[in-house]
């Protein structure tokens, strides 16, 4: 007895005990724990081994829209965001509904200009901002069980898994801000409604004969009888191009490889044109990646919280998937140093309204798109995906 007595205790000895526990170390769980971090003990663990580092291989997602800048200003972090080297966002053009080619500039908008990110340098700063103010990471890290601690149910007991060794935890609140796997989520048995089957299939790569003078910041979108192309500039002469449908129909299948998407893309003739003018090289960077809306059926409980992704996924045409990691980052932030029921429930509140305000934008932008309205992936969005 005395020796399991003895053994009880060396183990709720080097328990470490802190305030926040952040599974997944994306946009939004930086932003959450930047803002919580100076108040409570916050400690961000993430599955990935460092592939945030800048330099180190390429991720997608890259644009940021102009109310961002609002935002990052609220956090402390607008001025030294601009120092980054992110590439303004000056113009976006889309061939959507019509022949016609639509022109946004950005000098029309009062917030001013979006950017387009260098991804992995952005995701590495929010870290580094949140590791600056006090917030700790573990890398190659992951969760391999969590429960109501025994002897004090408003606390969670956490086991995780970093880099092969056991790590007990104790901590008032878990963040799931693991992105659309929305894994703390899911293993409380929570379900998640994915609204379609959206894939992307991409491939990053350098404008040779870019101008920075006229063309940098520019965007294109343009829907075709199977999908949607978007290709944007990136800093550096970069660039990303890509191909959205849905995964189970054909054109998925042939642009799951690079070979194939650069075929799909060499058949629409105006965007392959405008490639050629900015001396558009395909590197070796491709990805064929889920990118369809979901969300969980609720976002926050006792002691829990989701945040970005986790709590709603986004149709990348929307463009607000960093922007809504950022806000739920700060907004959960503030909920939790409340510690109080009422704050997780107004933060679930706004999420709903949200996700309403969301879905109902969704069906204005497809709608549309009305020239293929017989194709699958068109007569799907004018029918099931509408009536959610
Ligand atoms: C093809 C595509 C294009 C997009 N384009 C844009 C765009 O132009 N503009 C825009 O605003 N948004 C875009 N998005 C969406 C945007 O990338 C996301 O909304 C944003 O990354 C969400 O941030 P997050 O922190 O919630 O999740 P993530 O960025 O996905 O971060 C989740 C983190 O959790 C970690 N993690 C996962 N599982 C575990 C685990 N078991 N244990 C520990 N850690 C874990 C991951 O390693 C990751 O670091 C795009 C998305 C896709 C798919």
Redesign the pocket.
């Known amino acids: 007895m005395a020796c399991i007595a003895r053994r009880n205790n060396e183990q709720a000895m080097s328990k470490l005990q802190i305030d926040a526990l952040v599974?997944?170390?994306?946009?939004?769980?930086?932003?959450f724990a930047l803002n919580l971090a100076p108040f409570q003990k916050v400690l961000m663990?993430?599955?990935?081994p460092g592939?945030?580092l800048a330099g180190a291989g390429f991720?997608?997602?890259?644009?940021?829209?102009a109310a961002a800048g609002k935002l990052l200003a609220d956090m402390g972090l607008y001025e030294e965001f601009v120092q980054q080297g992110h590439l303004p966002a000056r113009l976006n053009t889309s061939n959507w509904g019509g022949e016609n080619t639509v022109e946004q500039d950005s000098m029309r908008n009062l917030d001013g200009h979006g950017w387009y990110l260098d991804?992995l340098r952005f995701?590495a700063w929010l870290q580094e901002v949140a590791q600056g103010r006090g917030a700790a990471l573990l890398r190659q890290?992951?969760?391999a069980s969590f429960q109501a601690a025994r002897e004090n149910p408003e606390w969670w007991d956490v086991l995780l898994e970093v880099q092969g060794k056991n790590v007990h935890i104790e901590t008032k609140m878990l963040i799931d801000?693991?992105?659309?796997?929305s894994?703390l989520t899911r293993q409380q048995g929570i379900a998640r409604k994915v609204l379609d089957k959206l894939v992307?299939s991409?491939v990053a790569g350098v404008d040779c004969d870019r101008d920075d003078s006229d063309s940098a910041g520019v965007s294109h979108i343009c829907a075709e009888e199977g999908g949607w192309w978007?290709t944007?500039s990136l800093p550096g002469r970069g660039r990303i191009v890509?191909f959205?449908t849905d995964a189970d129909l054909p054109q998925a299948g042939q642009c799951s490889h690079q070979t194939g998407l650069l075929q799909r893309l060499n058949s629409n003739i105006a965007l392959t044109v405008y490639l050629q003018e900015q001396g558009f090289v395909p590197g070796n960077h491709h990805?064929f990646?889920?990118?369809h809306s979901a969300m969980p059926d609720s976002v926050a409980g006792t002691n829990w919280l989701a945040?970005?992704?986790?709590?709603l996924?986004?149709d990348?045409l929307?463009?607000?998937?960093?922007?809504?990691?950022l806000y739920?980052?700060l907004a959960a932030a503030e909920a939790v140093s409340h510690y109080d029921a009422a704050a997780q429930a107004d933060y679930a509140a706004e999420l709903a309204s949200i996700q309403a305000a969301y879905l109902q934008h969704l069906k204005v932008w497809y709608q549309q798109e009305q020239r293929w309205a017989e194709q699958p992936f068109w007569q799907r969005r004018n029918a099931s995906l509408m009536t959610a």
Request: glycine share 16%; with cysteine.
């Open positions: 599974l997944g170390a994306g946009p939004a769980g930086s932003a663990v993430d599955v990935a592939s945030h991720r997608i997602g890259e644009s940021l829209p991804r995701d890290a992951r969760l801000a693991s992105g659309r796997k894994l992307c991409w978007y944007s890509g959205y990805g990646c889920a990118a945040v970005g992704d986790a709590a996924s986004f990348p929307s463009s607000q998937g960093i922007f809504n990691a739920t980052g």
